[in-house]
């Protein structure tokens, strides 16, 4: 069974808030999960001090335990100086479409 740390939608239509939740990596996005470890508000001022609280000591934990967080909760972690995310690259995303296409062309009569 793989945990993952990860972000479940709530709130109403165009109002998100997302629960930071544990759970397992099968389960849906909003469904069953493990156990809440905190709130994310998106809609807040970023200097607003309550769009974001988790409760370090349980993600901690469930770090030891092998949890994997989610790319966006790593971001959180990151920010909070508990776990170092590494930076993507991805040299694809400045080459434009067209000239992306006619390489890969290339590349295959080559």
Do not use: C
Request: proline share 6%; net charge positive; hydrophobic share 40%.
């Amino acid at each position: 069974m793989s945990v993952v740390i990860r972000l479940a939608r709530a709130g109403t239509k165009k109002r998100p808030v997302y629960h930071v939740v544990v759970a397992d990596s099968r389960f849906p996005r909003d469904g069953r999960f493990i156990e809440r470890l905190g709130y994310f508000n998106p809609l807040l001022p970023k200097d607003n001090e309550t769009r974001l609280k988790l409760d370090m000591e349980k993600v901690k934990s469930w770090l030891a335990k092998g949890a994997q967080p989610s790319d966006r909760v790593m971001r959180f972690l990151d920010a909070a100086g508990v776990k170092k995310r590494e930076a993507r690259n991805n040299p694809e995303k400045a080459v434009p479409r067209k000239e992306r296409k006619a390489q890969a062309e290339a590349a295959a009569k080559a």
